[in-house]
T-cell receptor
Framework: DGGITQSPKYLFRKEGQNVTLSCEQN?????MYWYRQDPGQGLRLIYY???????QKGDIAEGYSVSREKKESFPLTVTSAQKNPTAFYLC????????????FGAGTRLSVL | GNSVTQMEGPVTLSEEAFLTINCTYT??????LFWYVQYPGEGLQLLLK?????DKGSNKGFEATYRKETTSFHLEKGSVQVSDSAVYFC??????????FGTGTRLTIIP
């Protein structure tokens, strides 16, 4: 089945630690996105990538980093500079940035120990 | 800039009740409009969409009509079921700009 796989489902971060969230898609989509979901705030865009080896900051990029070395993969690193990382993180992909139907993974819930 | 304003929740209804979740938008030009649904513990799924004025999107008994004159895209369903309990997000996009989401409306259906 084609789709988007996020792992792990739950992740815990210690103070001062960097953690990486995985996102893999086998839909052959060019564009990929990372969102953060907090209660009552909807989805906020962290980073997006329209093509391999290229990515742009979204609305709340501070404290996060990404890479896009392969079309299928778009990992998100939550760095120690992100002081409030506890949230639900969602990865999405779309055929390209003009085809605005986005397909979402099941999400990773990150908590701070 | 573009923005979406959604009816605040939570919304609780009895099974077989009529559902309306309001959504209005602010955008330059004529954006595409979407409703996404998020079931507990899952990511978002596209429920329906409309790409131009007066278009009606429909899926799984849900409908929404793109109203240019009122800049609205209200979600409706004639008879809700317990399985419709979820969080519903209204969203818009314009050209190749990214999706802009509303804050979501949590819907709970009681038997």
């Amino acid at each position: 089945d084609g789709g988007i796989t996020q792992s792990p489902k739950y992740l815990f971060r210690k103070e001062g630690q960097n953690v990486t969230l995985s996102c893999e898609q086998n839909l052959n989509h060019d564009a990929m996105y990372w969102y953060r979901q907090d209660p009552g705030q909807g989805l906020r865009l962290i980073y997006y990538s329209q093509i391999v080896n290229d990515f742009q900051k979204g609305d709340i990029a501070e404290g996060y980093s990404v890479s896009r070395e392969k079309k299928e993969s778009f990992p998100l690193t939550v760095t120690s500079a992100q002081k409030n990382p506890t949230a639900f993180y969602l990865c999405a992909s779309s055929q390209d940035s003009y085809k605005n139907i986005q397909y979402f993974g099941a999400g990773t819930r990150l908590s701070v120990l | 800039g573009n923005s979406v304003t959604q009816m605040e929740g939570p919304v609780t209804l009895s099974e077989e009740a009529f559902l309306t979740i309001n959504c209005t938008y602010t955008a330059t030009g004529y954006p595409s409009l979407f409703w996404y649904v998020q079931y507990p513990g899952e990511g978002l799924q596209l429920l329906l969409k409309a790409t131009k004025a007066d278009d009606k999107g429909s899926n799984k008994g849900f409908e929404a009509t793109y109203r240019k004159e009122t800049t609205s895209f209200h979600l409706e369903k004639g008879s809700v079921q317990v399985s419709d309990s979820a969080v519903y997000f209204c969203a818009l996009s314009y050209g190749n700009e990214k999706l802009t989401f509303g804050t979501g409306t949590r819907l709970t259906i009681i038997p």
